[in-house]
């Protein structure tokens, strides 16, 4: 079966920096752009950041954009995403998604098909 698992986040804090990983399985995702979402605690999941299926176009969320970077390693079936600087806003269960559709990039919710469970950021000040 289709399966993303998140790993790397944790409980760190103010000023850190943690570096999470999506590792697909049960297909490839070499054509397909990447996303991580996250969602707190009575708040609707939002967009963090994206990246297209060659890895060359990377889009980002104003509230990470000069803090969070987003990588991909297609041999590797992997995308990470490297956040430096945290703050306790940061804070919010992360998700990877895989795009829909090859070649396709976006923001919304329904252009993603494959989503993990999710890793737990915690960012303490």
């Known amino acids: 079966q289709v399966q993303l698992v998140e790993s790397g986040g944790g409980l760190v804090q103010a000023g850190d920096s943690l570096r999470l990983s999506c590792a697909a399985s049960g297909r490839a995702f070499s054509l397909n752009a990447m996303s991580w979402f996250r969602q707190a605690p009575g708040k609707e999941r939002e967009f963090v950041s994206a990246i297209n299926w060659s890895g060359d176009v990377t889009d980002y969320a104003d509230s990470v954009k000069g803090r969070f970077t987003i990588s991909r390693d297609n041999a590797k079936n992997t995308v990470y995403l490297q956040m430096n600087s945290l703050k306790p806003e940061d804070t919010a269960m992360y998700y990877c998604?895989?795009?829909?559709?090859?070649?396709?990039?976006?923001?919304?919710?329904?252009?993603?098909?494959?989503w993990g469970q999710g890793t737990q950021v915690t960012v303490s000040s």
């Open positions: 998604a895989a795009g829909a559709r090859p070649f396709e990039m976006g923001r919304r919710l329904s252009e993603f098909t494959y």
